[in-house]
Every structure is written in C-alpha cells, then in structure tokens.
C-alpha cells in the first residue's frame, strides 16, 4: 500500500481548493427524546484511492466506482462531527483535523460559529478513535488545547493502544506520523481523561459500543430515548460505496481489516434488523441517513 505519511496527504490535497466555496458547514437536527444531533463540518480529507482500494478485486470494484463517479486514484470524503445536546451537555464526538493535518479540513470553528456556538461552549469532547482528522483538532494553531471548558473522553482500550511507547515503532511507516500526533495530544490531556469501557453510559442517554477494527480501540455511540435511537459510528463504517456495496471486503484504510470486517457486519445487521438511524464520520451529505438492504450489501439513504 502507498505510504501515508503526512507529506503524501499534503501532496496529495495540493491540486484542490481550500474550503472557502463549502456549501454546507452544519446540517439538519435530528432530535432523540432530549437529544438533538447536528453534524458540524470540518471539510474534506484528499487520498489516494489505493488507501481504501488497495486489496479490492479490481474487476469487482470498476462498477461500484462507476455507480459513484468515484475515482481510483482520489476520493475526497467529508468529515462530519457529531454534535449532541440535550438542554445540560454540549457534547462533541470527535474534534476533526486542526491545523496541521491537511488544508482541505479544519474547519471546525467555522460550523460551530454557524450555530453560534464557540469551542468554550462544548462541555465534553468524546473520541470515536485517535486518527488524526479525529483528535488533532485539539490543539490550535499555537498548540494551545482548542476546548478549555471540556471534559475529555476516550475508550480504554484506544487510549492504551496509542498510549503504548511500542505503538510508533509497531504501526508500520505508513502511519507512524499518525502514532506521533496522537500521542503529542493526548498528553496534553492525559491528567484529566475519563477513559470508558464497551457498554459503560458515558453520559445520559449515550452508551459506548465496541466497533474494533478500523483502530484496536475504535468505538461507536448509542444515543437512546425510550424505543428513538440513533448509532454514530465513526469510522467502522467508513464511506457511502464499498462498504456499503460490499461490507465484506477488506479496506487498506483499517488497521485490522478482518475485524473492521466483522464489525461493519454487526453494524449493519443490527441497523437494518432496528432500522436505526446512522451518523457517520465520511458519509455524505452530513452523515445523517439510514442503511437499506440492496442486493448482497446495503445501500446508504441520507435523510
């Protein structure tokens, strides 16, 4: 697989224009009970497509990326951060890009200001995994922790995985840059951490779910009210076409492609059997829609 170092991302977004021409920043509210979900943009990531493609049947994939007018060799997937309030907590599941990852995202403090919302309004920040479009928006543009008033959550099993002084030397040079940034951050935070288990209620109403695969400690979120729930899945489901189209394909994206297998399947099953409503990280339009079943997969429904 292509080296993903940081340098490669960047070349890779140079040829597109930054996000000044975004159509949207923030979408459409969808309540649960107490619980109202937005989805707050923080622009779009550029990669190469062999990143997810690489251990695709090529003859298999050529009409799925045809069905999508995708390209093989570049997608550009939204990034959509969950947003949840219910009256007490403002609490914002993952923190996007920052500064330093690629100039295509970032944009984080431009759809909280849309709903006129600042980072010292968000009361909890909690991490779906440690990649860097979703935790290296911690810091600013002087290093400086961006959510002064928030209380920071991370599953265990994340923490310890990142945390780990062998994690650098073990993740392969494709993503050793990754394993350094999120270590850098999350020592900015390590005093003050709340780290949670599979099942555990992190807050009212919300309760962690184990989705390993795409990173060892990878988690999902169920946010309930009575029989009105919704999953946001982060990145075990990671975009709108073969993961729908073909969810028992491994993607070069996951650190351990059979368990991200594994896990899209328990998602997708449990989806469809509650017809439960989905925000996830690089779905389009926002993130908010639905999986249907469509032939021997799924297809994504936004709503």
């Given at each position: 697989m292509l080296p993903l170092s940081r340098r490669?991302?960047?070349?890779?977004?140079?040829?597109?224009?930054?996000?000044?021409?975004?159509?949207?920043?923030?979408?459409?509210?969808?309540?649960?009970?107490?619980?109202?979900?937005?989805?707050?943009?923080?622009?779009?990531?550029?990669?190469?497509?062999?990143?997810?493609?690489?251990?695709?049947?090529?003859?298999?994939?050529?009409?799925?990326?045809?069905?999508?007018?995708?390209?093989?060799?570049?997608?550009?997937?939204?990034?959509?951060?969950?947003?949840?309030?219910?009256?007490?907590?403002?609490?914002?599941?993952?923190?996007?890009?920052?500064?330093?990852?690629?100039?295509?995202?970032?944009?984080?403090?431009?759809?909280?200001?849309?709903?006129?919302?600042?980072?010292?309004?968000?009361?909890?920040?909690?991490?779906?995994?440690?990649?860097?479009?979703?935790?290296?928006?911690?810091?600013?543009?002087?290093?400086?922790?961006?959510?002064?008033?928030?209380?920071?959550?991370?599953?265990?099993?994340?923490?310890?995985?990142?945390?780990?002084?062998?994690?650098?030397?073990?993740?392969?040079?494709?993503?050793?840059?990754?394993?350094?940034?999120?270590?850098?951050?999350?020592?900015?935070?390590?005093?003050?951490?709340?780290?949670?288990?599979?099942?555990?209620?992190?807050?009212?109403?919300?309760?962690?779910?184990?989705?390993?695969?795409?990173?060892?400690?990878?988690?999902?979120?169920?946010?309930?009210?009575?029989?009105?729930?919704?999953?946001?899945?982060?990145?075990?489901?990671?975009?709108?076409?073969?993961?729908?189209?073909?969810?028992?394909?491994?993607?070069?994206?996951?650190?351990?492609?059979?368990?991200?297998?594994?896990?899209?399947?328990?998602?997708?099953?449990?989806?469809?059997?509650?017809?439960?409503?989905?925000?996830?990280?690089?779905?389009?339009?926002?993130?908010?829609?639905?999986?249907?079943?469509?032939?021997?997969?799924?297809?994504?429904?936004?709503?």
């Open positions: 490669t991302f960047l070349a890779q977004a140079a040829g597109l224009p930054l996000l000044s021409s975004m159509p949207h920043l923030v979408y459409a509210d969808l309540k649960i009970g107490d619980h109202t979900l937005t989805t707050v943009s923080d622009g779009n990531l550029v990669l190469p497509g062999s990143f997810i493609f690489e251990p695709m049947p090529k003859e298999e994939l050529a009409p799925i990326l045809t069905e999508f007018d995708l390209s093989a060799d570049r997608l550009t997937p939204e990034c959509n951060l969950a947003l949840c309030r219910d009256g007490t907590n403002t609490v914002l599941f993952d923190v996007g890009s920052g500064p330093d990852f690629m100039p295509t995202a970032g944009v984080i403090l431009d759809g909280l200001e849309a709903i006129d919302l600042t980072p010292d309004d968000i009361t909890h920040v909690v991490f779906t995994h440690a990649h860097p479009d979703h935790i290296w928006g911690l810091l600013d543009d002087f290093d400086e922790p961006l959510f002064l008033n928030a209380t920071y959550m991370m599953g265990r099993a994340e923490w310890d995985y990142w945390w780990n002084p062998n994690t650098v030397d073990d993740i392969g040079e494709a993503r050793m840059a990754f394993a350094v940034g999120a270590k850098r951050r999350m020592e900015v935070i390590e005093d003050e951490v709340i780290l949670f288990d599979d099942g555990q209620e992190i807050l009212p109403g919300i309760a962690a779910m184990s989705t390993p695969g795409h990173t060892p400690g990878h988690m999902a979120f169920e946010v309930r009210h009575g029989s009105s729930a919704a999953l946001i899945v982060g990145d075990a489901i990671g975009n709108h076409h073969v993961a729908f189209r073909k969810p028992g394909w491994e993607s070069g994206s996951d650190q351990d492609p059979a368990t991200a297998v594994a896990t899209r399947k328990v998602l997708f099953d449990r989806l469809t059997a509650e017809d439960l409503t989905m925000v996830g990280f690089h779905l389009p339009g926002g993130g908010i829609g639905r999986a249907e079943a469509a032939g021997d997969g799924y297809q994504f429904v936004g709503i």
